[in-house]
């Protein structure tokens, strides 16, 4: 009895390979048929790819990199008059002999040049008063630079408080404050931002970053947190 059942499975095994290949058969059978059905389609993503990948790479070689070559051309010339004094000429934006800082953050926009070029034509637009226009400018700026950010933001704080907009002013000090992990540049917009609080009369804002300083900046203070957190108290 027990050959008998050693055979009996013996052929129930052969009868699953012989269906297990069957299946193998047909399923490689439903391939060709989906692979010839669709070999267009297939072929034209493929392709698609293929290009994609080629096209990403033909641009970086041979529109960003002369793009950055001539923005980067444009920007010396823009700073080269600005060490000169000449800011007018620096902030240029009125013909294409002289693009200047703007011209240069118009036209190369998508390159770090052009954004550090929105950059410094917002502090010249500052400079002239024209806090709105320094404002947007400033906005255009980006960078992985964590200080450059915090500048970006305290900069744009100064525009905000050029029109009036303390309150808007005081989130972007509170912004600039936290953008970098350098201390003396945390250290610089905690202490401003403390101080436009204290001005606003918003005390217990104005405590609160004064008594950060007195906790973690006091090599760069000399003590002056102690007063203001005083000031807190009565002004």
Same mark, same amino acid.
């Given at each position: $009895?027990?050959?008998?059942?050693?055979?009996?499975?013996?052929?129930?095994?052969?009868?699953?390979?012989?269906?297990?290949?069957?299946?193998?058969?047909?399923?490689?059978?439903?391939?060709?048929?989906?692979?010839?059905?669709?070999?267009?389609? !297939?072929?034209?993503?493929?392709?698609?790819?293929?290009?994609?990948?080629?096209?990403?790479?033909?641009?970086?070689?041979?529109?960003?990199?002369?793009? &950055?070559?001539?923005?980067?051309?444009?920007?010396?010339?823009?700073?080269?008059?600005?060490?000169?004094?000449?800011?007018?000429?620096?902030?240029?934006?009125?013909?294409?002999?002289?693009?200047?800082?703007?011209?240069?953050?118009?036209?190369?926009?998508?390159?770090?040049?052009?954004?550090?070029?929105?950059?410094?034509?917002?502090? !010249?637009?500052?400079?002239?008063?024209?806090?709105?226009?320094?404002?947007?400018?400033?906005?255009?700026?980006?960078?992985?630079?964590?200080?450059? $950010?915090?500048?970006?933001?305290?900069? $744009?704080?100064?525009?905000?408080?050029?029109?009036?907009? &303390?309150?808007?002013? !005081?989130?972007? !000090?509170?912004?600039?404050?936290?953008?970098?992990?350098?201390?003396?540049?945390?250290?610089?917009?905690?202490?401003?931002?403390?101080?436009?609080?204290?001005?606003?009369?918003?005390?217990?804002?104005?405590?609160?970053?004064?008594?950060?300083?007195?906790?973690?900046?006091?090599?760069?203070?000399?003590? $002056?947190?102690?007063?203001?957190?005083?000031?807190?108290?009565?002004?």
């Amino acid at each position: $009895m027990a050959k008998l059942g050693k055979s009996a499975q013996h052929e129930q095994e052969g009868k699953e390979t012989v269906e297990f290949f069957k299946d193998l058969d047909r399923e490689a059978l439903n391939t060709e048929r989906f692979v010839e059905k669709y070999s267009k389609p !297939l072929g034209l993503i493929f392709g698609a790819l293929i290009l994609g990948v080629l096209g990403f790479f033909a641009y970086k070689q041979f529109v960003i990199a002369p793009k &950055n070559t001539e923005a980067v051309k444009s920007f010396l010339a823009a700073q080269k008059n600005l060490t000169e004094g000449k800011d007018k000429d620096a902030l240029g934006g009125k013909s294409a002999a002289n693009p200047g800082f703007i011209g240069t953050a118009n036209e190369y926009s998508s390159t770090e040049i052009g954004k550090l070029s929105a950059y410094n034509a917002g502090l !010249l637009k500052f400079k002239e008063g024209k806090f709105q226009e320094a404002y947007d400018l400033l906005d255009k700026f980006s960078s992985k630079n964590k200080t450059l $950010m915090a500048m970006k933001y305290g900069a $744009m704080a100064d525009a905000k408080s050029g029109l009036n907009k &303390n309150d808007e002013a !005081l989130s972007l !000090l509170d912004q600039a404050a936290s953008a970098s992990d350098d201390p003396y540049t945390t250290y610089y917009f905690t202490r401003k931002a403390g101080i436009l609080a204290l001005g606003l009369k918003k005390n217990a804002e104005a405590k609160k970053y004064f008594s950060a300083i007195d906790e973690k900046y006091q090599d760069y203070d000399n003590g $002056m947190s102690d007063s203001y957190i005083e000031m807190t108290k009565y002004y």
